[in-house]
C-alpha cells in the first residue's frame, strides 16, 4: 500500500497506558508498533489526544516517547490532559505533547472527521 504524506482529518484518543486489555508488556508492545507503523505508513492524524492512563505514554519511561516525538515533529498535534497529569502525579514527567484540557480535546474531536480510541 503506497504512503499517504497527507494529514486526515482524524483523531486518536489514547485512554490506556498502552493498548488493549492484556498484560502491561503486550499493551506498550503494541502501542509501540501501532505508532511506529502511523509513521512509517505516512498515516498521519491530525491529532492524537492522551487522557485518563493514556497520559502515562508522554512520561519518563514510556517506551513509545521516540514514535511520539516524530510524529510531533512531522505536525501531529499531541495534546495531554493536564488533568489527568496533575491527579496521576505525572505534571512533572510529561515529555512530548502540549498539555490541554477538556475543551481541546472536545475541540480536536469534533473538528475530526473520524475519531479512533485506542
Keep these: 500500500m503506497p504512503a499517504i504524506s497527507e494529514h486526515r482529518n482524524t483523531v486518536i484518543l489514547v485512554t490506556n ?6 498484560d502491561p508488556e503486550l499493551q506498550h ?3 509501540a508498533k501501532y505508532f511506529q507503523l502511523l509513521l512509517e505508513d505516512g498515516k498521519l492524524p ?6 485518563a492512563d493514556g ?10 516517547l521516540e514514535p511520539l516525538r516524530a510524529l510531533g515533529e512531522k505536525g501531529v498535534f499531541l495534546v495531554v490532559c493536564g488533568t489527568c497529569l496533575n491527579h496521576l502525579g505525572l505534571a512533572d514527567r510529561q515529555r512530548v505533547g502540549l498539555v490541554g484540557g477538556m475543551a481541546d480535546i472536545i475541540e480536536a474531536q ?7 480510541t485506542i
Design 17 to 22: 497506558d498502552g493498548m488493549g486489555k492484556s
Design 29 to 31: 508492545i503494541l502501542a
Design 46 to 51: 491530525a491529532a492524537i489526544c492522551f487522557y
Design 55 to 64: 497520559v502515562r505514554l508522554v512520561c519518563d519511561g514510556s517506551p513509545v
Design 110 to 116: 469534533w473538528r475530526a472527521d473520524k475519531v479512533i
